[in-house]
């Protein structure tokens, strides 16, 4: 199963020795082939989420993507067998091709030297961030989700405004977000020696387009407090993080939210790569109590304050309850 920017798209995977087909389903038996990826310089990763328990990131030159196994064995089966393949595939590399150093064909040693634009990033999904991850507007209808190419994440108009050359796009130019303009800017200067290096594209119209762009042009621009973004909804050195379905009262609808514990304090977030939280708790004097009925199944814990109801929550499995 291969995770695209909305919806989950039905895809089988076979690895070989040298490359992992990817092919979409068409009739009993046959497969349609999308793409053929090089194993070389290719990375499997897991989420660093433990609530993406299925997912698998594959990062390659050409082309990286989420993929989204049915469990969480099948998905350490992928991972084990992929990483397995690329690890042979290289070794083998290194024996045919004397000339070419250890460090050269060692894959963290070229994570730290590798630029931006020279790998396809992933593109986070659309339903992962409600908010632009750069300035935090928050995303509606005429505010639209604009994906970086250089570094995969969500951004506005306003934050992407600019275009770039990228080494894995042939140097077309392509829509990056403001970080990572800079960030490119830099590479440009660093290399100026070079004849033909990436092209500083930007459009003689960006001074004109600044300026219309502190119009307020449907862009909703809440005042957030310095401390909910302290914490971002992805932040590695959390004590816990996932969904969960939260009610303030017995009779309050239940909301799907993202929620992450951090040095006792507890964060909600409206989905998992938003970088700025709704609502920031410190959780010091508050206990925790399971809910015991039939048809709760273990899922239900509330949140109690000085035995007041604050929250009641509900895990989508009685697993992750139980933490
Ligand atoms: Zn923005
Ligand atoms: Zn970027």
């Known amino acids: 199963m291969k995770l695209s920017r909305k919806v989950m ?7 070989f020795n040298d490359a992992l087909l990817y092919t979409t389903p068409v009739q009993s038996g046959m ?4 793409n053929m990826l090089s194993l070389a310089g290719m990375k499997v990763k897991k989420p660093t989420q433990e609530a993406y328990q299925n997912e698998l990131n594959i990062e390659s030159v050409e ?7 049915s469990s969480a064995t099948e998905r350490d089966e992928w991972l084990e067998a992929i990483s397995k393949s690329i690890e042979e595939y290289t070794k083998k590399r290194i024996t045919f091709n004397p000339s070419k150093s250890l460090e050269e064909a060692d894959p963290e040693k070229q994570e730290e030297d590798s630029p931006l634009g020279s790998k396809a990033p992933i593109w986070i999904p659309d339903t992962r961030a409600t908010m632009c991850m750069i300035c935090t507007s928050e995303f509606t209808l005429t505010w639209r989700r604009h994906h970086c190419r250089a570094c995969g994440k969500i951004v506005c108009q306003a934050c992407s405004s600019n275009k770039h050359g990228l080494d894995y796009m042939k140097n077309q130019p392509a829509r990056v977000c403001d970080h990572c303009f800079r960030e490119l800017q830099k590479q440009d200067n660093q290399c100026t020696p070079k004849s033909g290096s990436p092209v500083n594209h930007k459009s003689p119209s960006s001074a004109l387009s600044t300026v219309l ?5 449907g862009r909703k621009q809440k005042k957030i407090p310095a401390a909910l973004k302290e914490v971002s909804a992805n932040t590695e050195d959390s004590t816990m993080s996932g969904y969960l379905h939260r009610s303030k009262g017995s009779k309050k609808p239940w909301k799907h939210l993202w929620f992450v ?3 006792k304090v507890l964060y909600t977030y409206a989905a998992s790569e938003d970088v700025a939280a709704l609502e920031s ?3 010091l004097g508050f206990t925790v109590s399971e809910v015991k009925d039939e048809n709760s199944e273990s899922r239900v814990f509330h949140l109690l304050h000085k035995n ?14 139980q933490k």
Request: aromatic share 16%.
């Open 31 to 34: 497969y349609k082939l999308n």
């Open 261 to 263: 514990i951090k040095n």
């Open 308 to 321: 007041t109801l604050f929250y009641i929550f509900k895990a989508d499995d009685p697993h992750s309850a």
């Open 63 to 69: 082309r990286s993507f989420i993929l989204s196994a």
């Open 281 to 283: 708790q410190p959780l």
């Open 9 to 15: 798209q039905p895809r089988m995977f076979f690895l």
């Open 213 to 217: 762009h502190s119009i307020p042009s």
